[in-house]
């Protein structure tokens, strides 16, 4: 087999944002397009030669034609082995898990997330490191860099390979492991949970429904809650994955899992609910006829961890990205454990990770994880959960309820303004930027300001400096509003309006959690002027 030195020339829009690079799925099917990113990143990593690398996707259209790029570009580069999922499945979790496993030298996963998927929709492609997290910004810079440079790409002249059948086979010198993607994530699982424990449960008449939204997860959950962990046959719904998941959003809140929302709040709900994303990372987690937001779901896994026997000798710190409720904070400064806020993005949880500084980790956006991988999981979150109510015996609600009444309760919700033109939502934040030092000590729509910053954060293991990482406005009476703008979004800019009021634990916990947040909203939307600048009255979407 030949190896062919093709010319070309960096192409626009390849900066990674949030989670890697993300766009429309026709922009990575234009040719070069994923060669030369692909590209970058070897070069940005000095090179494949010799080199092992994880390679899998969440199954979404063009996941299958990329992989077989990747592969035949990591042959020409050198590599001598790349793993690669079944079919090229393979969560995100599951990916991280096989890089650590394995000791590669890192692994592209290929997707967008809960981020819809087809020829129209979105397409996305991140590199992780050898600690099986997603590349650290001086990494993503330097591939970024790269992409600007880059002026040849190295790929084997070669057919497709069949990837339907685990087993080895060989692409020029290099070998192609396909491997079964759930075999070895579901046995890391089986280390952690209490598998017995939790069987009894489901055994003794416990009823749950997991949605995988067409998407990834559906043969991880098929295998561990319908086989390993005995539950029935359809516990597990939208089972099979599909490149357009279903022509459906693969995105686990209330709003996009509306049929399981639905279930859990009518008569006939099971006891547990939960559903994942597109590449089942995220997780929601329902009880009946209660939605648990992902900021306390964090700070009651933070608070019940040690019931699940890889977690039994406590935790030794616990995380959460800036705009996620203080909630996990609570439970940490209780229980005498440490705890940090960091920056939008899981990327930022790996240093603490590997440093031991922190178990747990959780992001508002529906994703919580540990130290057992390095990226978010969402069938594990829903395994803890179900660990500590086979161990508890109490229902969701009696665990919420309880945990408020110990901790307070932090209302919280997500304002989201979708498809801005990026130059309103930059003149936005700009405006709000400029006006910061004079807030404190104002009044807007009868809320006082305490305190308004830009989050900047300084990694306490490497001193790495990230600043503008949102504006952060506190309020007297313990509300808190977060602005920033996504780093995910494919059209136009989502900016997004973080909005809290905390309430302590002898108040009122059955409140409507928008009626709670009724001051901090109306005095957030005075203060930043969105109405105005954006023409938009509501928020495209409340989670
Ligand atoms: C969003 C979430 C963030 C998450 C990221 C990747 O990023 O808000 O918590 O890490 O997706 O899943 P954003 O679009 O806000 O930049
Ligand atoms: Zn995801």
Redesign the pocket.
């Known amino acids: 087999m030949k190896t062919e030195i093709v010319t070309t020339k960096p192409i626009e829009g390849q900066k990674p944002?949030?989670?890697g690079l993300r766009k429309k799925t026709r922009m990575f099917m234009a040719p070069g397009y994923v060669e030369n990113f692909v590209q970058a990143i070897f070069n940005a990593i000095g090179g494949a030669a010799g080199k092992t690398f994880v390679v899998g996707g969440d199954g979404r259209f063009f996941n299958a034609a990329a992989i077989q790029t990747i592969l035949r570009m990591a042959a020409a580069n050198g590599a001598v082995r790349v793993i690669v999922g079944q079919n090229g499945l393979l969560s995100t979790p599951a990916a991280s898990h096989l890089i650590r496993l394995h000791g590669t030298d890192g692994g592209m996963i290929l997707s967008a997330?809960?981020n819809p998927g087809g020829v129209d929709q979105d397409f996305g492609l991140k590199f992780n490191t050898a600690n099986g997290g997603p590349a650290p910004e001086n990494v993503t810079e330097a591939i970024f860099a790269h992409t600007r440079t880059v002026d040849s790409y190295r790929i084997l002249k070669s057919g497709d390979l069949d990837l339907s059948t685990p087993g080895a086979q060989s692409l020029g010198t290099m070998t192609v492991d396909v491997v079964d993607p759930v075999q070895d994530y579901q046995a890391l699982m089986e280390t952690l949970f209490d598998f017995d424990k939790i069987r009894k449960m489901l055994a003794n008449g416990f009823t749950l429904r997991f949605d995988a939204m067409h998407a990834v997860t559906g043969p991880y959950a098929k295998a561990v809650l319908e086989g390993a962990l005995g539950a029935p046959d359809g516990t597990v719904l939208n089972a099979i994955p599909s490149e357009d998941f279903g022509g459906g959003h693969p995105d686990p809140n209330p709003v996009w899992a509306k049929t399981l929302m639905d279930l859990m709040m009518s008569e006939a709900a099971p006891d547990f609910g939960a559903a994942s994303d597109g590449d089942g990372?995220?997780n929601m987690i329902v009880g009946r006829g209660l939605y648990i937001t992902p900021s306390d779901s964090l700070a009651v896994l933070a608070a019940n961890a040690h019931l699940a026997p890889g977690y039994a000798a406590g935790l030794a710190g616990v995380a959460r990205?800036m705009?996620t409720s203080r909630a996990s904070d609570r439970v940490a400064e209780r229980i005498g454990i440490r705890h940090y806020e960091t920056p939008?993005?899981?990327k930022f949880f790996g240093n603490l990770l590997d440093a031991g500084l922190v178990t747990l980790c959780g992001?508002?956006?529906a994703?919580t994880g540990s130290d057992h991988v390095r990226e978010?999981d969402g069938l594990w979150a829903v395994l803890l959960w179900l660990n500590i109510l086979a161990e508890r015996k109490v229902s969701v609600a009696e665990i919420m309820t309880d945990h408020w009444r110990t901790y307070g309760r932090d209302y919280y919700s997500r304002h989201d303004y979708e498809a801005v033109p990026s130059e309103i939502a930059e003149r936005l934040m700009a405006d709000l930027r400029a006006r910061l030092t004079d807030l404190a000590g104002q009044s807007f729509a009868g809320q006082t300001v305490s305190a308004a910053d830009e989050f900047s954060y300084t990694d306490p293991v490497d001193g790495t400096v990230s600043s503008n990482q949102g504006i952060r406005i506190t309020f007297e009476g313990d509300a808190r509003s977060v602005l920033?703008?996504?780093?995910?979004?494919t059209e136009g800019t989502?900016l997004?309006v973080y909005l809290e009021q905390y309430a302590p634990p002898s108040a009122d916990h059955k409140r409507h959690t928008q009626e709670a947040l009724i001051g901090v909203r109306n005095a957030v939307a005075e203060i930043s002027g969105v109405a105005t600048l954006t023409g938009r009255t509501q928020p495209d979407v409340m989670t």
Do not use: A, I, M, Y
Request: proline share 4%.
């Open positions: 944002g949030t989670s997330s809960h990372d995220r990205s705009p939008t993005g899981w992001e508002e956006s994703g978010k920033r703008l996504s780093g995910t979004g989502t997004r």
